[in-house]
């Protein structure tokens, strides 16, 4: 079994999607560097980007003609300043030439190189192909999927996976969700400890640390940012940024001046019963509203999901716990990314197979389950918080309207932060052994429905919502 670590999981990158953008800028990354690694490079004199599937139908609202150009650029997602990206697509089109890979100018034109393929290739939704010409006359192409998550892979990569090829293993190897409970039976530990272990099979303790503040404090800029930003989301859909009015409303006087004092400064304010929901979907809304305006999220699983995972942990520390310091949030993150692993193995996070209940419904029941561990649940209990989180979002469509990562999929974030809370509620009151629909069951029927689910419904924009609404309309 191909070990999944949390940080495979929770993936700092650019807005607005993490298979039709990180994905693509990733695999742009990676075929760059083949291309190196085979000393052909210096001999390449154009390109082309063939996309296909989802990848087409969605592509230009899920900016992924810019996530590829970038990625072709040589820039890094997670450190590129994304104030930039605006000017530097507009100059490649206006040239007409990109720097490939940072160094080497050659012609490029966004209408003539980038083609958009309707039809699906076997292995995935998202396949792009990448031609490279050469001074001799000559051609190459590579083809990569871009699996949901920002995870890439090439067709041998899965056809090995599914010769049943051994890769690097876990100490705790664990499929399911009953393999996760068997470990902590057997050390008598709380399931971040399980992960944890995991972890430090793979980097120092301090790694993993420093990794988990990185992607905290990108989570906490994020609502920060969302939360102080006012106008209109690009795009066309003229959708207007609400976690701005919504935050006015809601804070209180106490002074800041960055992400940190904000974060503070909301533990002081004067929460009332009433507000809690709304400072729910505040966090949530902000940061998808900075996911849509490609900016920089973490995947949680996915980009369009982001605002779930964020918004429940702000829950945690400014209504539940004043006192929640880093050790709280490492096993927030820990516990939800152990969760979202076991739904990548068994089932899917891309939406593109599976519907938005791969993407909304898999980061509720991640936050669901980690919210419960903190709360002081059991093991059994976080199952049971992630099993009732994903048990209803069964069947949720993804039909973005224009193909943009806005409408319904801010306010989903939302709706998904509040029935994670509401399923470690619930699940903190439950005797697990009563439970009438264990993890494992959810998670393999989540997979059932993605398979029978018209693909209509997942990430082409041709059907639901996607359809039903004219950009007319809005």
């Not at 082309?48 to 820039?75: C, E, F, R």
């Not at 007409?96 to 083609?115: A, C, N, Q």
């Not at 709380?190 to 972890?199: G, M, Q, W």
């Not at 052994?433 to 082409?460: H, I």
């Amino acid at each position: 079994m191909e070990c999944i670590s949390v940080f495979d999981m929770l993936k700092i990158g650019v807005g607005p999607s993490s298979s039709h953008t990180l994905g693509p800028w990733r695999a742009s990354e990676r075929w760059i560097n083949e291309l190196k690694e085979q000393g052909i490079f210096d001999s390449v004199l154009g390109i082309k980007v063939h996309l296909y599937g989802s990848l087409s139908l969605t592509g230009k609202g899920h900016a992924t003609d810019i996530a590829v150009v970038m990625g072709l650029l040589g820039s890094d997602p997670e450190m590129v300043p994304t104030e930039s990206i605006g000017e530097l697509i507009e100059k490649i089109k206006t040239d007409k030439k990109l720097v490939f890979g940072g160094t080497r100018t050659i012609p490029f034109s966004f209408t003539e190189d980038i083609v958009y393929k309707k039809e699906f290739l076997p292995f995935h939704a998202n396949a792009l192909q990448f031609e490279a010409v050469f001074n001799d006359g000559s051609s190459s192409f590579e083809t990569y999927y871009s699996i949901g998550g920002g995870f890439v892979v090439k067709e041998e990569r899965i056809v090995s996976k599914e010769k049943n090829a051994v890769f690097k293993t876990f100490p705790c190897s664990i499929k399911t969700g009953t393999e996760l409970l068997g470990f902590c039976h057997e050390k008598g530990t709380p399931i971040s400890e399980v992960v944890l272990e995991n972890e430090l099979s793979l980097r120092s303790a301090s790694e993993i640390d420093l990794e988990l503040e990185r992607i905290w404090n990108t989570m906490l800029e994020c609502m920060y940012l969302g939360c102080h930003t006012e106008g209109t989301l690009p795009g066309g859909l003229n959708v207007r940024r609400r976690a701005f009015e919504m935050h006015g409303k809601l804070k209180g006087d106490v002074p800041y001046s960055n992400p940190e004092e904000w974060l503070q400064a909301i533990r002081k304010t004067e929460v009332k019963f009433r507000q809690i929901l709304k400072w729910v979907s505040c966090f949530a809304l902000s940061v998808n509203e900075v996911n849509a305006s490609l900016g920089r999220v973490v995947t949680a699983p996915t980009n369009g999901s982001a605002g779930v995972i964020p918004a429940v942990l702000m829950y945690y520390m400014v209504i539940e716990n004043h006192d929640a310091g880093f050790e709280h949030i490492k096993k927030f993150l820990l516990v939800a990314g152990e969760i979202g692993s076991i739904f990548k193995k068994g089932a899917t996070i891309s939406a593109a197979m599976g519907g938005c209940q791969a993407e909304i419904g898999v980061s509720s029941a991640m936050a669901a389950g980690a919210l419960t561990e903190l709360l002081g649940g059991t093991p059994e209990q976080v199952l049971v918080a992630a099993e009732i989180a994903m048990e209803h979002h069964l069947g949720l469509t993804c039909d973005p309207i224009g193909g943009l990562v806005q409408v319904p999929c801010i306010e989903r974030n939302s709706m998904g932060a509040i029935k994670a809370i509401n399923a470690a509620e619930l699940a903190l009151e439950t005797d697990p052994k009563e439970a009438k629909v264990p993890f494992d069951k959810v998670v393999n029927t989540m997979w059932e429905t993605a398979k029978d689910m018209s693909s209509k419904y997942k990430e082409t924009s041709e059907g639901g919502l996607a359809v039903g609404v004219f950009l007319s309309d809005c």
